[in-house]
């Protein structure tokens, strides 16, 4: 059974930073990437970064420069540093299994986490 489980969000202000964790278990092997995603009220959700087995990355122009997506293999978990948080940040961040080709990620359908709240006060 696939498990994803955040942890990390909280309450910051505005210029501060946050490090999430996705911690996984479970994953199938047609599995090979790890995508974080956000959704604030009334917006769409949408895919902030993305990593894959082999470490490549990729992120919403809205984040690069401010925010890294990493792995630990060895623990099964992905971090994503938020760095120079925005108001603008400020939502519900999910984790999702899925698939990396071409360069892009691909999400599951099947497979999200519960979610961690990031607020980013003014």
């Known amino acids: 059974q696939v498990q994803l489980v955040e942890s990390g969000g909280g309450l910051v202000q505005a210029g501060g930073s946050l490090r999430l964790s996705c911690a996984a278990s479970g994953i199938p092997f047609s599995i090979n990437a790890i995508g974080w995603y956000r959704q604030a009220p009334g917006k769409q959700r949408e895919l902030v970064a993305a990593?894959?087995?082999?470490?490549?990355?990729n992120y919403a122009d809205s984040v690069k420069g401010r925010f890294t997506i990493s792995r630990d293999n060895a623990k099964n978990t992905v971090y994503l540093q938020m760095n120079s948080l925005k108001p603008e940040d400020t939502a519900l961040y999910y984790c999702n299994a899925g698939t990396w080709y071409g360069g892009n990620y691909y999400h599951s359908r099947d497979y999200w986490g519960q979610g961690t709240q990031v607020t980013v006060s003014s």
């Open positions: 990593i894959n087995i082999g470490g490549n990355t």
